[in-house]
């Protein structure tokens, strides 16, 4: 950022040139999540600009979640936050906003569980043995979410041996198993992370966690897919988009 980053004669308001400067600088330079940007008195000196043009610049660069001001502590970049559709049928990561692109999902375990009483509630107890997959989700700002996935070891005979990072659960239920999903239920709820998950997600007990539950029924009305997500709050924005009919 420097002087010659703001144009007087441009018909580009002032506040919007500023705007796009410190976005630039802050690609420019790489910066992350909770890097700290200069404050109002040095981007007064740096643009040749009043404070009040810079307050607007950073009141609505803050209202669009690029910068977070902490009083008394300063500017800083601010973690980007997820799109996610309420209403989607598909897997947690297929249902973020199409411009996502880097994605990534590590396996932190997976293996077989019997008669767990929260997940055979989910099945309507009518199955007992199910593969449990739990993924650390990230991108390059880093992990924003633990995906907790359970299926039925019979609707989804050698799932198991097919399950690696690189693979999507829900292309394998579409192309392999060929089940088709029509129905899904979900409830969201604040929690408060437990110790495991902090460490994973890089986060401490006190910051706010989002945990969705979601079942997923085939078109005979049978649910054939149970999953829990846990996400940090700072990272995620819901959103729903439907049609309205009289």
């Not at 910066?31 to 610049?57: H, M, Q, Y």
């Not at 897997?91 to 880097?102: D, H, Q, W």
């Not at 593969?131 to 390059?140: F, H, I, P, S, Y």
């Amino acid at each position: 950022m420097n002087q010659n980053s703001v144009d007087t004669d441009s018909p580009v308001l002032l506040y919007e040139q500023i705007k796009s400067g410190i976005k630039a600088w802050i690609k420019t330079n790489n910066l992350k999540a909770g890097d700290k940007i200069p404050n109002e008195s040095e981007l007064c000196g740096i643009f040749d600009v009043s404070r009040i043009t810079i307050r607007r610049a950073i009141k609505e660069l803050g209202e669009e979640g690029v910068i977070e001001v902490i009083r008394g502590k300063g500017t800083f970049v601010r973690a980007s936050k997820k799109d996610l559709h309420l209403l989607n049928l598909k897997g947690f990561t297929e249902g973020l906003s199409t411009e996502e692109n880097n994605i990534e999902k590590e396996i932190l375990h997976k293996r077989i569980i019997t008669d767990d009483a929260e997940v055979s509630r989910a099945f309507a107890h009518e199955q007992t043995e199910f593969v449990e997959l739990v993924r650390l989700v990230k991108d390059a700002e880093g992990p924003f979410s633990i995906d907790f996935a359970y299926l039925p070891v019979n609707i989804y005979p050698g799932i198991y041996d097919l399950l690696d990072d690189s693979v999507s659960t829900f292309a394998l239920i579409r192309e392999k198993y060929k089940i088709p999903f029509t129905k899904v239920k979900k409830e969201i709820e604040y929690v408060h992370p437990p110790a495991e998950l902090c460490k994973h997600l890089g986060i401490n007990k006190t910051s706010p966690v989002i945990l969705v539950k979601k079942i997923i029924y085939c078109p005979d009305g049978s649910p054939v897919h149970y999953s829990k997500y846990y996400m940090v709050g700072e990272r995620v924005k819901f959103y729903i988009e439907a049609d309205y009919t009289e």
